[in-house]
């Protein structure tokens, strides 16, 4: 019975010297740790883009761009780094404006671009908006920004001023603040 009982407890023991080296060499350090558990951001690239929106079926805007990159980290974003042209459709699905910049990126949860330097957008009767920021709401499709914006009327003069929001057509501008001279119609001062 004692041969029996040092048997067990030579087991015994082995078991526990080994379960404790096997502890000792599975530790990692905190660096390790987060690399393998932290969150990882995907990334997605594309060249040479051409995407269509639509809304309620129908063909709002067609966008292309050379270089598109995919985020998805906490916020998951589509950005082109390297220019990019959008084409707007009217309900009928005609183009009534059309909007180019050197950089913009797409926040995708809030149906929001954010566009800057050299931001042009154009409408089919020929009136400008040039700008070195701009922000396009695709739910209101509206544009804004509180930067320094210059509109050219076909058929009027040009306006300036700080801050701006606009129909993407361009057919209602509202400059927030604005600045130089200001051609007001006759048809405003008869009443």
């Not at 030579?10 to 080994?18: C, E, F, G, K, P």
């Not at 393998?36 to 805007?61: D, F, M």
């Not at 220019?83 to 183009?95: E, N, Y």
């Not at 180019?100 to 089919?124: A, H, I, P, Q, T």
Request: charge should be positive.
């Amino acid at each position: 019975m004692t041969s029996s009982f040092q048997h067990i407890f030579s087991t015994t023991r082995a078991a526990l010297i080994i379960s404790c080296l096997f502890v000792l060499s599975c530790e990692n350090s905190e660096r390790s740790i987060e690399e393998w558990s932290g969150r990882r951001a995907l990334v997605e690239e594309a060249i040479q883009v051409q995407t269509h929106i639509s809304q309620g079926g129908k063909l709002r805007a067609k966008l292309a761009a050379p270089y598109m990159i995919r985020s998805s980290s906490d916020t998951v974003y589509v950005e082109f780094p390297k220019t990019l042209t959008v084409h707007f459709f009217d309900s009928a699905g005609k183009i009534e404006s059309y909007l180019s910049s050197m950089y913009g990126k797409y926040y995708e949860n809030l149906n929001r671009v954010f566009l800057r330097d050299s931001v042009l957008v154009y409408n089919m009767q020929g009136d400008t908006l040039r700008c070195p920021e701009l922000w396009w709401d695709q739910t209101t499709q509206k544009f804004y920004t509180d930067k320094e914006v210059r509109i050219h009327k076909k058929r009027d003069r040009i306006y300036g001023g700080k801050g701006l929001e606009a129909r993407q057509d361009l057919s209602d501008v509202i400059i927030k603040s604005p600045s130089g001279s200001v051609v007001v119609p006759d048809s405003i001062l008869a009443r």
